[in-house]
């Protein structure tokens, strides 16, 4: 057996030219115009299909291939080269010297989700891609143009151009009415060896706390899911696209299937081809923070079980406060749909429109009650004030912003929405060594006094050229770094 020690997220592309780490994707344009019916909200349910056993031999002996020959056309191999230089310091001066430069492959699946020739897949796959190249199952190859991606939702929308000729596709599904249980068909191009349809079920609706992507929120099956499949598709009984293969979990890097794999929701895919119109993912901002419930606090409320969201802070001027919402309401639903924790309540939230009303159940005193609420796009307020710092302290050469509902929500990451977060760190920073502060860090306070903004963060390290102590916060946990020229540091768990 495994040891769970020894396990690890690994995203299923394949090829030297992938990285685990998400950068920014060069090139995307924004602006193109996607049809209507793949941007819209999906259509209300109709009532869920009869779910039960197989009744007879007969029934036992159904065969998927009418589903799969229905959509294994819609689905495509992509392949992407980057040209690479390595870099290597030479010599007793240090001379920077290039290597000639060599061709990187990768290879992974995407979805034709419009006959005019849109495919998505993840961003993963086309990372720093130099030439794409899209083959159908029919073996028909066109090059590709990347049309938008985001690293943090990790999907990428490419474009071919079929001529006159119409392309297969796979229709967008509603992914919140799939269950734990329900049969799913995974496509896609597994280690290159060609389009490969695997069968499993549902086994997870909402699993998260992964650390693959900022929408933490993914279907799981037990499909097999290998290198290669990433960008490929999750397909329902009905033939429709519930989820993009993303990632597995597997023993080691080079590990295969061990049956846990992850596929992005379909909804999120519509949340980020609405965003594609405009070359921007914009989602939608309640104005709240929240933890997750405990078996104490839930006990407390007069729950049985650690099942919503406890608000713990309401943003003036929000969309919670102008409904009401104040600190200890428990969120319980969104627009009719269970909130299990504050990973659920942002993937609800960014899945509905700007300027939607919805309603929000809520726990308050012990007793159910369901506001109504508009939400709205994220302000920017205060402004950013993006500044790099000067010279004279450990945080030289760092760039440090204010942060704001729109910026936390670019910068993603479960950020706080007021405060001072690091933006970038130059390789030759003096910070670099340090690992202190990193991207993404939010500066709580120097030496004892809590900042606010840009300028507090200036004003305080102008006043401690010498010695500094700083109060970082990183993804929650909190850090005490204490800074002694000329190089002495150390930071303990605050």
């Known amino acids: 057996m495994t040891s769970l020690r020894t396990l690890g997220i690994a995203l299923a592309a394949l090829g030297a030219g992938v990285a685990l780490a998400y950068v920014a994707l060069p090139g995307g344009q924004g602006g193109s115009r996607l049809p209507e019916a793949l941007t819209a909200q999906p259509p209300p349910a109709e009532g869920p299909a009869e779910a039960r056993a197989p009744r007879s031999a007969g029934e036992v002996a159904l065969s998927f291939a009418p589903v799969a020959k229905a959509a294994q056309p819609a689905v495509v191999n992509i392949f992407t080269a980057k040209v690479v230089r390595d870099r290597a310091r030479m010599g007793p001066f240090f001379t920077l010297y290039e290597s000639q430069p060599r061709v990187e492959n990768s290879l992974g699946s995407g979805v034709i989700i419009d006959a005019s020739g849109f495919v998505i897949t993840n961003n993963h796959v086309i990372s720093g891609a130099d030439q794409i190249v899209v083959a159908l199952a029919d073996r028909r190859e066109y090059p590709a143009r990347l049309v938008f991606a985001d690293p943090r939702l990790d999907l990428a929308l490419l474009k071919v151009d079929p001529g006159a000729t119409p392309l297969p596709t796979l229709r967008l599904g509603d992914s919140d009415r799939a269950e734990v249980g329900d049969l799913v068909l995974a496509i896609g191009n597994p280690f290159g060896v060609g389009q490969t349809v695997t069968q499993g079920i549902v086994s997870a609706v909402a699993r998260s706390g992964l650390g693959i992507s900022d929408t933490q929120f993914f279907l799981q099956t037990d499909a097999a899911i290998n290198q290669g499949n990433s960008g ?32 992005i929701p379909a909804n999120m895919v519509r949340v980020f081809l609405r965003a594609a119109e405009t070359g921007r993912v914009t989602t939608a901002w309640l104005g709240v923070e929240g933890e997750a419930l405990t078996l104490e606090t839930a006990r407390a409320a007069g729950l049985d079980r650690p099942q919503g969201v406890l608000v713990t802070g309401v943003t003036p001027g929000s969309p919670a406060a102008r409904a009401g919402l104040r600190p200890g309401d428990i969120i319980a639903t969104v627009d009719g749909k269970d909130v299990a924790d504050p990973a659920a309540l942002r993937y609800r939230i960014a899945t509905l429109g700007v300027d939607q009303t919805v309603g929000v159940g809520i726990l308050r005193d012990g007793r159910p009650a369901t506001i109504r609420l508009q939400l709205v796009a994220p302000p920017e307020v205060p402004p950013r004030q993006l500044t790099r710092l000067g010279a004279g302290s450990i945080l030289a050469g760092v760039a440090i912003a204010n942060l704001s509902p729109a910026l936390a929500q670019e910068l993603g990451a479960g ?55 700083l109060r970082l916060n990183r993804g929650g946990q909190r850090a005490d770094c204490l800074f002694q020229a000329p190089a002495r540091w150390g930071c303990r768990t605050a």
Request: proline share 8%; aromatic share 2%.
């Open 232 to 263: 490929g598709a999750l397909v329902n009984l009905r033939g429709e696209l519930i989820g993009v293969n993303t990632a597995i979990l597997t023993a080691g890097r080079e590990g295969g299937s061990i049956g846990l794999g992850f596929a």
């Open 415 to 469: 950020l706080p929405e007021r405060g001072v977060v690091v933006v970038e760190v130059p390789p030759n920073a003096p910070a670099r060594v340090t690992g202190f502060p990193r991207p993404g860090d939010v500066v709580e306070a120097i030496n004892g006094e809590r900042v606010a903004s840009v300028d507090d963060v200036a004003r305080l390290l102008r006043a401690s050229p010498g010695e500094t102590l």
